[in-house]
Structures are given as structure tokens and as C-alpha cells.
């Protein structure tokens, strides 16, 4: 369901001891990952086949709703990775013990917030029977474990973020069955499963031993963007590392050798075994799932590094205040979804929720067009837009207040 979240840190590159520019086309990715993961949210809340199926079971899909939600597998990975990039650049203007307190702090902070501020948002029930661990648990998790792989060489971060992403997947055979400590443990390093705590029910959504890999790995690429590389050297970098993970992506996925247990088959039309082909498993991400859309993130960071359109602004604005944007999309798409079930024939109150909506039996039958969908979604985003343009003019005309970091 969600696939996504925020990059914690600013990312921004010394040119002068005393002076710091903005990495746009880090801005401008991050910003246009925002902008889909909310179409993913939109979806789960207002489409009516959401209450019905998976959009990847391609069984009962479509290619319309296959690429709705497929586009969204981007999130998660981009903003993990650009998390770790965004602590290498403000590692360039603090010392190492510095960047971990700070490291420390913002992942607990984030973890808090995922167990409260976030979890209200997606449920509006001051009961919290619905404890989710998902993407801003798993931000928040990595960055604690940042916070003491920093003081390793970069080497050995490379390495162990390596040895993280591409073997992770021979854990998939391991399973703890039960309700134990060492259950739960297993779970939220590698399997995503449910634990009933009493009246309330925990779930692992985002098992956190890869997106730890991502971090650390998108920590070693902020690297690239130290004030010593060159630029035109960094571009042609960028392009052939993404083209190279998307080129063993291919590899890796035609053969069904290793990097994933979704394997793909042969369906019975191209095109849909072309889906098949696509759709790897994203908890825990897969080797493929990573390499599938890292790849061409880092493609997309190395075409975007020019003077950017006018255009692109907006998106920008968005990039550089995504904690801001993740928290204010989530409660605008509950209280919308609110309203439309009262004009649907539905009740508000079918929105107070102890789960998912589409788990609910009082909303079976509510949901609008994918058409529909998006036409909200697009509402949505013109909306929360001119809030995102206001708070980042607030944060950069107050850069002494230490505290808007965390937001």
C-alpha cells in the first residue's frame, strides 16, 4: 500500500565554507516521487477496485490500474537512497559525531511519528488498534543504523550495503513461526507478518535489513556530489551505473535465477507477460525490485543535471519539503475520503478505521472510477502544493530555528 516516503534530510552541497546551493535534480526527483506516491494513496482510498483486488494480480487487473500502482514501487527505494545521500552531503559541513546524534535523533523522532501523527492520519481512530511499521518506521529504523555505520570507512559501508542488497534474498527461505520476541525480530528485519498485542494488532510492513542496504548505499553515492567531482565526470557516472543496474535487472529477471520469489511465467498475451515480467516483490524489496527502480532513478539524476525549466519549480518546492508534503497528503485524502462516501450513499463514520479501508466490510461496494481517481488526485496535489511553497520559503528564511529539520 504505501510505498512511500520522505527524504529526512536537506540536501545541499558546499561551494564555500559559508554559502550552500540546493541539488535540484535531487529536488526535482524527490519532488516528482512525492507526487506519484500520492497518486498510489489517492488510489487505495477512492478507487472502488481497490475493495476488490490487487492491482498486480494479474488475474483480474488491467494495464491502466497495473501502471498506476507499479509507477509507485519508485517511491520507497528513491527516497530511501536519497535519505542516505542527503546525510553524506550534510555530513560535508558537520563532524562524523555530529551527523550521527543528528542521525540518531531524526530516526527516533521519525519512528515516533510513524506510531502516532502518521498512524492517526491513515486511521483517524484514537484507539490505535492498527500499529503498521511501514515506511516512515523504516526511514526512521535505517537512520539509526546509519547513525553507527557512518564511522566505518566508506569502503566498508559500500561493501555491507552491497553484501545487504544483493544476498538478502537467501534469507527468503528462513521463517520463525509464533508470536514471540524472536518472531517479531525476524519479522521486522526481513518478513512482513502481523502479531496480535493484546486488543491491537502490530504488523511488519516494511521489513528494514534492505532498505538499511539502500541507505548506505545512497549514502557512498552522495560521494558523487562532493564539491572535489566534477561534474560532467559525475553525469556520464550516474548514467552508466543506473544504465548498468537496469541492464542486470534484465539479466537477473529473464533467467528467474535469483533476486526475487515472484518469479515471472509466460501469461497469455505479451503484453501481460510483459507485466509479469515487471512485477517484483516490494516486502521486503527484492534485489530486482531495487535494481529495477534505482536503476533508473539514477538515469533521471544524471539527464536532470542542467538549469532546469521554469516549469519544474513547482516540483521542486515539493522536493525540498517532503516530510511536509507526506503528513499534510495523508490527512487531506482521509477527511476527502470522508466526504465522498457521504455523497456516495456511504457514511464519514465508515472512515473512523481499526485497518485498511479496503478490509472493511461497510465500505464493500464504495469506490470511484480510476478516472475519477485521478482527477482527485491531481486536485489533491494543486492543493497541497501552494502549502509546500509557503513552508520551504519559511524554512529558508529561518534557517536558525533547529527544529524545522525534523519536519
Same mark, same amino acid.
Given at each position: $500500500? ?5 527524504? @529526512? ?10 554559502? +550552500? ?22 488510489? *487505495? ?8 483486488? *490487487? ?30 545521500? +542527503? ?141 572535489? $567531482? ?53 516486502? @521486503? ?63 464519514? +463514520? ?58
Amino acid at each position: $500500500m504505501q510505498n512511500v516516503l520522505t527524504a @529526512p534530510l536537506a540536501t545541499r552541497i558546499d561551494v564555500q565554507p559559508a554559502k +550552500s546551493i540546493r541539488i535540484e535534480s535531487i529536488d526535482l526527483l524527490r519532488g516528482l516521487i512525492m507526487i506519484i506516491m500520492a497518486l498510489d494513496h489517492v488510489r *487505495d482510498y477512492f478507487h472502488a477496485d481497490s475493495y476488490r483486488f *490487487d492491482p498486480a494480480d494479474l488475474s483480474q487487473t488491467n494495464g491502466v490500474l497495473f501502471f498506476t500502482r507499479w509507477i509507485t514501487h519508485f517511491c520507497a527505494p528513491v527516497f530511501m537512497f536519497l535519505a542516505g545521500t +542527503s546525510a553524506f552531503l550534510v555530513g560535508e559541513r558537520k563532524s562524523r559525531k555530529q551527523l550521527s546524534k543528528f542521525l540518531l535523533t531524526r530516526g527516533l523522532w521519525l519512528m515516533l511519528l510513524e506510531l502516532t501523527i502518521v498512524n492517526f492520519g491513515w486511521f483517524l481512530n484514537i484507539h490505535f488498534y492498527f500499529l503498521p511499521l511501514i515506511v516512515i518506521w523504516a526511514i526512521g529504523l535505517s537512520m539509526v543504523a546509519l547513525s553507527g555505520l557512518i564511522y566505518l570507512p566508506k569502503k566498508i559501508i559500500l561493501i555491507i550495503g552491497l553484501l545487504i542488497v544483493f544476498c538478502h534474498n537467501l534469507l527468503d527461505n528462513i521463517h520463525v513461526e509464533g508470536n514471540s520476541f524472536l518472531a517479531f525480530l525476524w519479522a521486522e528485519l526481513h518478513e512482513p507478518h502481523r502479531f496480535q498485542m493484546g486488543d491491537r494488532t502490530v504488523a511488519t510492513g516494511y521489513p528494514v535489513l534492505a532498505w538499511i542496504g539502500v541507505m548506505a548505499l545512497g549514502y557512498c553515492f552522495g560521494s558523487f556530489y562532493s564539491k572535489n $567531482m566534477n561534474a560532467e565526470k559525475r553525469k556520464r557516472l550516474l548514467l552508466w551505473i543506473g544504465a548498468g543496474a537496469v541492464l542486470l535487472f534484465i539479466i537477473l529477471r529473464a533467467t528467474n535465477a535469483y533476486g526475487d520469489a515472484w518469479l515471472w511465467s509466460k501469461e497469455p498475451t505479451v503484453f501481460f507477460t510483459f507485466l509479469s515480467f515487471l512485477n517484483t516483490t516490494k516486502y @521486503p524489496p527484492s534485489l530486482l525490485y531495487i535494481l529495477m527502480t534505482l536503476g533508473p532513478a539514477i538515469i533521471f539524476l544524471s539527464l536532470t543535471e542542467k538549469k532546469l525549466p521554469q516549469l519544474s519549480k513547482p516540483i521542486i518546492h515539493i522536493g525540498r519539503v517532503p516530510m511536509f508534503f507526506y503528513l499534510v497528503h495523508i490527512y487531506i485524502i482521509h477527511l476527502g475520503a470522508m466526504v465522498v462516501a457521504e455523497l456516495t450513499g456511504y457514511h464519514w +463514520s465508515d472512515f473512523i478505521l481499526q485497518r485498511w479501508p479496503w478490509m472493511v466490510p461497510q465500505l464493500k461496494g464504495y469506490g470511484l472510477s480510476i478516472e475519477l481517481t485521478y482527477i482527485i488526485w491531481i486536485a489533491i496535489i494543486l492543493m497541497i502544493y501552494p502549502l509546500c511553497k509557503w513552508y520551504d520559503r519559511y524554512k529558508s528564511a529561518h534557517k536558525e530555528k533547529w527544529w524545522l529539520s525534523y519536519l
